[in-house]
């Protein structure tokens, strides 16, 4: 059983590259293209179907990813559910506020190239 | 003839008559006859000599009052000759009632002794005399008559009236010194008074113990050479302007200028008869201004006022006048009077400056009073409409002073919190952050704090002072509400600007990169080619959005994060690793020296100083042409780590050196080198070199290559 990586990305040219390339490495992926979307799949989600991995945006339409973290950690997903941001920003005061919740690592997009992203997924979930 | 001679010669006839009579024969009755009549001759010799040597006017008067016999000292008294007295009533030289009480008083043997009576002279005066008298009576006891002797009282009466006159002229003197002596008083007595007044009573009593027509004090033109009256009295306005228009000069010539000069008093009864009025008095027209003023007579007496001369007192008489030595003595008083009422005059002057000096001292002091009053008004003003809250604490911490702004923001009356410890305040939901942070702090602190929901306040907390033991404290409460709103924004601005502006370059570098991974299928060569340049492009437009980012940062005061333990030679290996392969393939040698003993950790933001080392390394790559070479060595000293990147290349121009550092600037060769280039990194290498307390800086000559010098201090 493949591992399965929940994507909620807005920009619809990388979510596709992600898409594309972790399906090719052999993922279980799906998209959320908003903010909003996203969580409820989250929500929703039993112990089964929960991903093992989560590639979160931070600037989203519907529902900010800090906001998303927060009920990630409220409802004690966050425990359970890795968290890679894959963000354009990279400020500080972000980036600790994102830690402080749970979050495994911050990627500045355009700082990586798609391989490298894939190579973090890796670390994290194998 | 003399009276006595006559009367004893009468005797004598008698006698002769008694001895004649009989006719006897000289026997021894004659002899003694004889003799007696000799003795009687040398006695009446003997009268006769006493009377006519007898100085005092003698006369003697039959009991009717009939002259009988006189002396010559009588006869010269009156006037009279012998024969016009003997035989003659008494009354021809004696008022009649007087004779008769004379005669009568005496010869009831009352004698006169020394009674005033005048007696009438031949010429009709009446001669003053002292009269003494005795009656005479024969051995019967009848009276034969009465002497009178007269005391010639007429020198005794002319002294009697000169010493009358004497007396008459001590009292005029007394009285014009009494009068002097007021003068003097009114002078000394006069401190509070302007000097003209003073000076005008004493020219008023000197006119009026003198005589003087007028007075005038001349004083000292102001070249010290001349003199030209300034106070005057009863003097015209013509002759004061035209000695004030011709000053005299200070020396002999004139009775003022010869005064002043030797500093004596001068005198003169006439001035147009003095001989010191000299023709060239008279050729300057001097004498003539003073003769139209009438005046005749003067004295001069110089006033010297401590040892100096002040001026000159004019005493003007407009007749002769001759000044006797009690009345110069006088003015000699007068004047000295006048000068030490002059030096007192100054002395109060002087002392009314003084006083007036004390009274601005005293309004100065007034002035402050009312400066310091308003400045303890100003300063609650300013208290009171403080943007900032500020609240004191005294008296063990307790409040003090609540401006309207800080009870604004507690939301909470003065009266509520005057007196009161914020311990004891921190059940007020508002003011649980504040008394916290308060209780927490140290001596002096700012902190941020919240009031409530709504207000952040930075809150400085200073000790200004003690009062009674106790320390007092000020709290100022600046609300950054705003400021962090502001930053909020800001933040979320830069945010959304890096969002929008990297999110299509990263969809931009992930195609190309897969394009050119061959994820999107085989690229034929030319393809590769561009997509590789586009991607490479891309590259530099995300560095430069990159660079653009920290610069907001930088300016925003949040660039670098918290500074932790770092190994700066792992950072310098770590990158000249990275470069080593950039450099072989341009031609340059790139080396690291690292000190054998190591080197300690420093307090860095690791990722921020690997961007300063990262910016000068690939600048000196950059502008070092091939077979140059690129030197990075580590130097320890005791306190700070000194990093050096030295290049052999095109080096910065000496006019350009100043202002490397600056945003945005790139040198001239440097852009002719490469025109792509933001001329940010130097900016951003100081700004983070200077927040971690070091410094930046470098040496260049042109095409003699550049070393950059960074220093890192070594904290505990």
Sequence with gaps: M??????????????????????????????????????????????????NLLLLDMMLPGMPGIEILEEMNTRGLIERVPVVIISNSGQPVEIDRARELGVRDWLVKTEFDPLEVIEKVRGQIG | MPAGRRSVSRIRAQMVEERTAPQEPEGKEERKIKTLL???????????????????????????????EVNPAFEEMFGFKFHELIGEPLEKILAKEKTEALVQETLREHPVHGQEMEFRAQNGSLIPVGVFTKAR?????????LFISLLDLRELKKTNEELKETAQALQVERDQLAQLQRAVEVLLISKERPFEEMFDDLAAILSAALGASALAIWRPTDDGIGLSPAFNWKLSDRY??????????????TIVGQSAHSRDAMFTSDLFRDIRATPEAWASGTLQAIQKEGVVSLASFPLLVNGELFGVLNIYFDRTHEFPESERRVLRVAAHTASIAIGNAQYQEELKNTQLALMNMLEDTDEALRRVEAERNRTQLIIAHLTDGLVVLENDARISLVNPRAEDMFRLPAKALL?????????????????????????LFRAEVSLGEDVV????????????????????????????????????????????????????????????????GDLNKEQEEFIGKTYRSNERMIGLINDLLDVTRIEEGRYLSRPEPGK????????VNTYEEDAERKGVTLSLELPPEGLPLLMIDEEKIRLVFQNLLENALHYTPKGGSIEVAVQRAEHEIKVSVRDSGIGIPPGQQGRIF???????????VDTEGSGLGLYVSKNIVEAHEGRIWFESKPKGGTVFFVVLPVKG
């Design chain 1, 2 to 51: 493949s591992k399965r990586i929940l994507i909620i990305e807005d920009e619809q040219v990388l979510a596709d590259l992600l898409v594309k390339k972790l399906e090719e490495e052999g993922y279980t992926v799906e998209l959320a293209r908003d903010g909003a979307q996203g969580m409820d799949k989250l929500r929703e989600a039993d112990e089964a179907s929960l991903p």
């Design chain 2, 38 to 68: 000799e003795d009687i001759s040398l006695l009446e010799r003997y009268v006769h000599e006493l009377s006519v040597f007898f100085p005092l006017p003698l006369c003697f008067v039959s009991p009717l009052g009939v002259i009988l």
């Design chain 2, 137 to 145: 009576k024969d051995e019967q006891g009848q009276i034969l008559g």
């Design chain 2, 240 to 253: 004061m302007r035209y000695f004030r228009e011709h000053p005299l000069p200070m020396r002999g010539g």
């Design chain 2, 419 to 443: 007196g009161k410890r914020f311990s004891e305040l921190g059940t007020e939901e508002r003011l649980r952050g504040l008394a916290k942070a308060l209780a927490a702090e140290g001596e």
């Design chain 2, 457 to 520: 306040a930075e809150v400085t907390d200073a000790e200004f002072g003690e009062k009674e033991g106790s320390r007092q404290r000020m709290i100022i409460l600046h609300d950054i509400t705003r400021e962090k709103q502001v930053e909020r924004l800001k933040t979320e601005f830069v945010s959304l600007a890096a969002h929008q502006l990297r999110t299509p370059l990263a969809a931009i570098k992930w195609t190309l990169r897969m394009l050119l991974d061959g994820d999107l």
């Design chain 2, 568 to 575: 700066i030679d792992d950072i310098l290996s770590g990158l």
């Design chain 2, 662 to 672: 600056q945003k945005f600037f790139r040198a001239d060769n440097a852009k002719r």
